[in-house]
């Protein structure tokens, strides 16, 4: 079945500097890949998406990146701000109806 | 509206009790679901339904019954509870009948099982 890496699990950057969190999916049918974030206390929440027919999307100061041939997508969030701490996920479709998610990345801004 | 609401937050069990962690969305959502969450392990799977009186096995339905009588709710049961079922849990729901979008998550219940 799909297995879905995810690095690094702690991430600590300077306020104003980039983050970028890394994912490796194994099942080269998987078409769609959410990242969610996780701020303590709370539900996760779908920051970005991206599907398999194309290579980059922003959203402001966040992009996601997909390279479909080496398996991998990462996501990046510029400028980051002391409110993107938090614990990002991201996941890979499998069939139609699961998602399988990676293991966390605990992001922290430092001031 | 009230998004996706889980009961209890917080619950502490014995080995072998049993105990339903609900779940109850309104938004008229067709797809829900249940994770477990546990350190270094991200979110997996438990069970899902597409729609009232359709459920199926995520990664880890082992120890877990759930059932869907109604859109808007979708119980976890644990029927005997284990140690290695002391994590938090998470519902999840969304439109439609496929996982492409936005899931909405519940905040959260923690178990602990003594």
């Not at chain 1, 970005?48 to 980059?56: F, L, P, T």
């Not at chain 1, 959203?59 to 701490?85: G, M, Y």
């Amino acid at each position: 079945g799909e297995n879905v890496e995810q690095h690094p699990s702690t991430l600590s950057v300077q306020e104003g500097d980039s983050a970028v969190i890394k994912c490796t999916y194994s099942d080269s049918a998987s078409n769609y890949f959410p990242w969610y974030k996780q701020e303590l206390g709370k539900g996760s929440q779908l920051i970005i998406d991206i599907r398999s027919n194309v290579g980059e999307k922003k959203d402001q100061r966040i992009a996601v990146t997909l390279n479909k041939t080496a398996k991998h997508f990462s996501l990046h969030i510029t400028e980051t701000q002391p409110e993107d701490s938090a614990v990002y996920f991201c996941a890979a479709k499998v069939g139609a109806q699961k998602l399988v998610f990676g293991q966390g990345t605990r992001l922290t801004i430092n001031p | 509206n009230a998004g996706v609401t889980q009961t209890p937050k917080f619950q502490v069990l014995k080995t072998g009790q049993s105990m339903t962690l609900q779940c109850a969305q309104d938004m008229n959502h067709e797809y829900m679901s249940w994770y477990r969450q546990d350190p270094g392990m991200g979110l997996r799977l438990i069970h899902y339904s597409v729609g009232a009186g359709i459920t199926d096995q995520g990664e880890v339905p082992n120890g877990y019954n759930v059932s869907r009588s109604t859109t808007e709710d979708f119980p976890l049961r644990l029927l005997s509870a284990a140690p290695s079922q002391t994590s938090v849990y998470f519902c999840a729901s969304k439109t439609g009948t496929g996982v492409t979008g936005e899931l909405f998550f519940g905040e959260g219940s923690r178990l602990t099982v003594l």
